[in-house]
């Protein structure tokens, strides 16, 4: 999730294990996670997330939600507002991908 206005970003996956295990049997499920791992730290501007996670907040969302990623394919960002963008976060996540 992202906000310009309140200089925000947010990411959080949920990879289980046995479900990714029954659909990708020839990817790595390790590497995978290492891969989204990095999104975070990237989003959070975590200096162990490489130099793009030392962009302004704006320029990491553009560079995560890129569609020339070949690693992680995010889906195209879509608007809306919120007054609690932690609370919408979770909530959406809790419906979404949980």
């Known amino acids: 999730m992202f906000s310009k206005k309140e200089k925000y970003i947010r ?25 989204l791992i990095s ?3 990237i989003a959070k501007g975590d200096k ?5 996670a030392l962009l302004e907040i704006p320029e990491r969302f553009r560079w995560l939600t890129a569609v ?5 394919q995010t889906s195209r960002p ?5 007054k609690d963008l932690d609370k ?11």
């Open 78 to 82: 879509h608007p809306g507002k919120s």
């Open 48 to 52: 162990n997330g490489g130099p793009i």
């Open 88 to 98: 919408t976060f979770d909530k959406l996540f809790e419906e979404l991908v949980k």
């Open 11 to 35: 990411v959080e996956f949920h990879l289980s294990p046995d479900k990714f295990a029954l659909m990708h049997s020839k990817l790595d499920y390790e590497d995978i996670t290492q891969n």
């Open 39 to 41: 999104f975070q730290k």
């Open 68 to 72: 020339r990623s070949a690693v992680v």
